[in-house]
């Protein structure tokens, strides 16, 4: 699996970006999705992630209420809408998938795929 995100950039404080990540490879339904992120100097955190089956969808608490995550199975893509956006929210968002994945969703060893990562900065 080949996850490519896109979709980052610069916003003022207040503003809005939606960052999409594609997957490559069969069976994308199967797999969960989630967003990472890290900021500098700091350890990569859980953002958000929708499962496989569509039963569970988890926000970290600092993003709850701002940020939304969605898929399209048919275009075997993922979306994270960011809302109300913050300085503190300014890092590399990455995507990450497993298949199957229900227990452990913001651990990140727990996930063996990876996109590259795109930078979200946001002003004050």
């Known amino acids: 699996v080949q996850l490519q995100a896109s979709g980052g950039g610069l916003v003022q404080a207040g503003g809005y970006l939606r960052l999409s990540c594609a997957a490559s490879?069969?069976?994308?339904?199967?797999?969960?999705m989630a967003w990472f992120r890290q900021a500098p100097q700091k350890e990569r955190e859980f953002v958000a992630v929708n499962t496989w089956d569509g039963r569970i969808t988890l926000y970290a608490n600092s993003v709850k209420g701002r940020f939304t995550i969605s898929r399209d199975n048919d275009k075997n893509t993922i979306y994270l809408q960011m809302n109300s956006l913050k300085p503190q929210d300014t890092a590399v968002y990455y995507c990450a998938t497993r298949q199957y994945g229900v227990t452990s969703l913001g651990d990140t060893s727990r996930y063996p795929y990876w996109g590259q990562g795109t930078q979200v900065t946001v002003s004050s």
């Open positions: 490879g069969r069976s994308f339904s199967t797999y969960s």
